[in-house]
C-alpha cells in the first residue's frame, strides 16, 4: 500500500483508528482501494492535513469522493489560521462550510518549532 502511509493509533475510542497522510504529488489511482483494504482489515482511517495536500485542495470533489467512501477527515488548526499558506486555508474553510472534517488537529511534530496546540482561534 505505498500510497498511504499509516500509523495504528490502537483502540482509541473503542475503535481501531488509524491516522493516515498522503505522499506529495500526484494522488495514486490505487488510494481508494488502499483505503478500502484498511478498513477491510477492521481500521477505521483518518486522512490527516487534508487540505495541505496539493492535488486535493485544487479538486475538492476528490476530498468529498473519499468522504462518500466512509474515510473520516482531518484538518490542521494552523491550517485555518493561515500557517500553511493561503491555499491551505481557503481549503480548510470550503471544507469546514461543507462540513466535512471530522477533527481538527495541531500538527504538532515537535515541542518548539510545531508545537501542540488547539489554538483557540481556529475554534
Given at each position: ?20 497522510d ?56 494552523g ?45
Amino acid at each position: 500500500m505505498p500510497e498511504v502511509a499509516a500509523w495504528p493509533t490502537g483502540h482509541l475510542a473503542d475503535g481501531g483508528f488509524v491516522l493516515t497522510d498522503l505522499l506529495p504529488g500526484l494522488i495514486s489511482p490505487g488510494l481508494e482501494q488502499a483505503y478500502f483494504e484498511l478498513r477491510s482489515a477492521g481500521y477505521k482511517p483518518i486522512l490527516a492535513h487534508t487540505e495541505r495536500h496539493r492535488e486535493l485542495s485544487k479538486q475538492p470533489e476528490k476530498i468529498e469522493r473519499l468522504r462518500e467512501q466512509d474515510l473520516l477527515i482531518q484538518i490542521n488548526s494552523g491550517s485555518l489560521l493561515g500557517r500553511f499558506g493561503r491555499r491551505a486555508q481557503d481549503t480548510a474553510e470550503i471544507m469546514l462550510e461543507r462540513g466535512w472534517p471530522d477533527f481538527i488537529g495541531s500538527a504538532a511534530h515537535d515541542l518548539e518549532k510545531r508545537p501542540f496546540s488547539l489554538l483557540k482561534e481556529a475554534r
